[in-house]
């Protein structure tokens, strides 16, 4: 996992690419989140300690993480957020950080703050085959959803060019329910590492 030291608790902004963000969203997500925090100081002080475990299969580079997230995109349900530490698996969300080419483009887009990290489904791990072509997303040979080729503001989306098996130390991560998320159909795997931990559902609603 990246050796970042991170608040305690932060909002996860919206990251997919249907629409540009306003300072509004920022700003609800995190009187949103300062609330819950704030009670989560009073009523549940554990929640808000800083996760600083050894080094290990779950956690390699022994990283800071937060405890509590709030997630405003819509790539899984929205809502709070607890991250543990623990070996994720496939179906799992984690919070985890976009390769640095991808988080540029988010940021010069405003897909998606600088630095800020996301929380996104594991769709595929070690001896999955994944293929992005022609738009269409396959796992297993299965078509599992498709890569759009602009954005709302018409701009190119360059789709991962790979068809191959995923190593033992790489996540595909994708949304299966939420078409305009900016997951790895567009900058491919990223490292198991990237991870800060496993985001388990603590208050959600909806569905994305």
């Not at 010069?108 to 070690?126: D, M, N, Q, S, W």
């Not at 022609?134 to 078509?143: A, K, S």
Request: proline share 11%.
């Amino acid at each position: 996992m990246r050796d970042v030291k991170l608040p305690v608790a932060l909002a996860v902004m919206p990251d997919d690419v249907s629409f540009p963000r306003r300072p509004t969203w920022r700003y609800r997500a995190l009187v949103l989140a300062g609330m819950v925090v704030g009670l989560a100081a009073i009523f549940a002080p554990g929640l808000l300690r800083t996760v600083t475990p050894a080094a290990g299969p779950a956690n390699p580079a022994g990283a800071f993480a937060p405890r509590l997230v709030y997630n405003a995109s819509d790539s899984v349900p929205r809502g709070f957020y607890v991250i543990r530490m623990q070996p994720p698996r496939i179906g799992d969300a984690i919070l985890t950080h976009l390769p640095a080419p991808a988080a540029r483009l988010a940021a010069e887009r405003h897909y998606l703050p600088t630095g800020v990290p996301l929380v996104k489904p594991i769709a595929a791990g070690y001896g999955d085959h994944v293929c992005v072509r022609n738009g269409v997303v396959r796992i297993n040979g299965r078509v599992v959803t498709l890569a759009l080729t602009h954005d709302r503001q018409s701009r190119p989306l360059t789709a991962w060019p790979g068809c191959r098996l995923l190593a033992e130390h790489e996540w595909f991560l994708l949304s299966t329910v939420h078409a305009a998320s900016y997951d790895s159909r567009y900058f491919g795997p990223v490292p198991r590492t990237a991870a800060y931990g496993v985001a388990v559902p603590l208050w959600t609603w909806g569905t994305p």
